[in-house]
């Protein structure tokens, strides 16, 4: 398609990325991006792209990744619980200031030949142009005014994103106890004198630290100051001396933002517009400017406006929907990491990347081999060999009360405690069927059952959310408990075990 000309409406990250590419590959269109705010005066801290990111996006524009890169700092990653460390080596990790990318991508795209206004408001409608590419974010006034479709779903959790003046020498994820409760926060450094500290708390401990009167009366343009005092001495260790930042930082929930279609007559979303993905697998950069490398694409070689949206949502919506389920995961697992911090850290590392299914344990082992060495030394008492990880961890014996197991796997007919059959088929391990779930298993131990046999569909996200499910009875009701799944997916079965979500795992074959 021969675009004349095109708007695009923000100027974040994707805004401006897709208008430069854009420019590139047409150079005879008219580009033009309004961005509401004033170019200095941006929100957040820094942003982080993975390895997968950076190929992409070399593949797209080697040059403003050549700068990206050169702005941008490498940082490894630590799980940091009870007095001990857990480090995983990722040097193609980078962090990078908000404002510095969008300085990188506003010279850019100015280079390329993009016109920006900034501080301007506009709409979809107020433009004579081939296409209006919305790219303005999580709280997209096109989405709401148009037919997209759109759906909101809000987390349970509790964050807020702060900044400090210091770099510190890896990410990393720490809780810290307070009297009101525990407090999370996800750091990482972005460059040689600052960090983002990301916090998230559950409501409970949230309304007993009184945070919730806090957030009220702070107003929108300003930071919740008592919040940053006390976190700031509830963090004191990590942060070494020196104070949080606030960025008109405020206790919010994320929201998962989905859509039935990105597109209506000849506005197309982009970005957080469009969808959303839980910021703990760092994916709002990184799915903009990912989007906007296929809707160029997709301009590109089809005849027309309707033709290259729907090719660019039948390219993007697939990776961003798995993007999103691996997201959700992710976030009620971190909405739940407290009740996990009676195990060590080295477990709580295998835990945190096996928590979504898109990390096997044995890849972990192969690239973290310290990591996951100590997590299964710990898991079985006994030194684990290099290859082979997963039939090991489901060979290891197991005493539970007077009970032996010479094995993890349960095998048909085997004796041992009775355990209350379970049967469940739940997406959300923490929602109100998961409540129901709990009170069963609660009344089943007081009328004297010895634990738990799970079972339910065969398929791999049914498997992942009964391990989770089972992993949340195994903590709170206690009890011996079995986890049933076809022997196709041992793999995660047997991270389940390692990660502390099942004792022992049973082979239907009927499921298989």
């Known amino acids: 398609m021969r675009v004349r000309r095109a708007v695009v409406l923000g100027g974040g990250p994707g805004g401006l990325y897709v208008a430069r590419l854009l420019k590139l590959t047409q150079p005879s269109c008219e580009v033009v991006v309004y961005e509401q705010g004033e170019p200095d005066k941006t929100f957040g801290f820094g942003v982080g792209l993975a390895a997968g990111t950076q190929r992409n996006l070399e593949a797209a524009d080697a040059d403003t990744l050549r700068d990206i890169v050169a702005a941008g700092w490498r940082h490894d990653m630590t799980m940091a619980v009870g007095g001990r460390d857990a480090r995983v080596h990722n040097d193609r990790l980078i962090g990078i200031a908000r404002t510095e990318l969008l300085a990188i991508l506003q010279r850019h795209a100015e280079k390329a030949g993009v016109q920006i206004e900034y501080g301007t408001r506009r709409t979809a409608g107020e433009f004579d142009a081939d296409i209006v590419i919305a790219a303005d974010g999580v709280n997209s006034a096109t989405r709401s005014a148009g037919q997209f479709g759109e759906s909101v779903e809000v987390g349970r959790g509790l964050y807020v994103w702060c900044g400090a003046d210091f770099a510190l ?79 008109r930082t405020r206790w919010t929930r994320f929201r998962t933002v989905r859509c039935e279609t990105w597109s209506d007559g000849r506005t ?54 798995r993007l999103q389920e691996l997201a959700r995961r992710s976030q009620l697992w971190w909405e739940s990491f407290p009740s996990r911090l009676h195990l060590p850290a080295e477990r709580l590392m295998v835990a945190y990347m096996t928590r979504a299914g898109n990390v096997p344990l044995e890849r972990f082992a192969a690239t973290s081999p310290d990591v996951v060495t100590a997590a299964l030394e710990h898991y079985a008492g006994a030194e684990p060999p290099s290859q082979d990880v997963v039939d090991w961890v489901l060979a290891q014996p197991l005493r539970s009360g007077e009970t032996e197991f010479p094995q993890r796997v349960l095998e048909p007919g085997e004796g041992g405690p009775t355990c209350t059959t379970l049967a469940v088929a739940v997406t959300d391990p923490w929602g109100e069927p998961g409540d129901a779930v709990v009170d069963r298993a609660r009344q089943a131990r007081e009328n004297g059952t010895d634990g738990f ?41 047997a991270a389940g075990l390692v990660s502390g979500r099942c004792d022992l795992v049973s082979f239907n074959e009927e499921q298989a």
Do not use: C
Request: hydrophobic share 40%; glycine share 8%.
């Open 268 to 321: 197309v979303l982009l970005g957080d517009a469009a969808h959303t993905a839980h910021f703990s697998i760092g994916s709002g950069t990184k799915l903009a400017m990912e989007d906007a490398i296929a809707l160029v694409e997709g301009l590109a070689e089809e005849p027309d406006a309707q033709s290259a949206f729907a090719r660019y949502e039948a390219v993007r919506r697939p990776a961003v929907e």
């Open 453 to 493: 046999r799970f079972t339910g569909p065969a398929d791999r996200a049914a498997l992942l959310s009964r391990l989770d499910l089972a992993e949340r009875v195994r903590i709170e009701v206690g009890g011996l408990v079995v986890v049933d799944g076809p022997a196709a997916l041992r793999a995660d079965l």
């Open 169 to 247: 020498p890896d990410a990393v994820f720490a809780p810290v106890g307070t009297e009101h409760g525990v407090f999370v926060t996800h750091a990482y450094p972005y460059s040689d004198g600052r960090s983002t500290f990301l916090i998230e708390t559950d409501e409970e401990t949230w309304r007993h630290a009184g945070f919730d009167r806090s957030t009220d009366a702070t107003p929108p343009d300003a930071s919740d100051e008592v919040s940053l005092r006390y976190l700031e001495g509830a963090f004191a260790e990590r942060l070494r001396g020196h104070s949080l930042i606030g960025n």
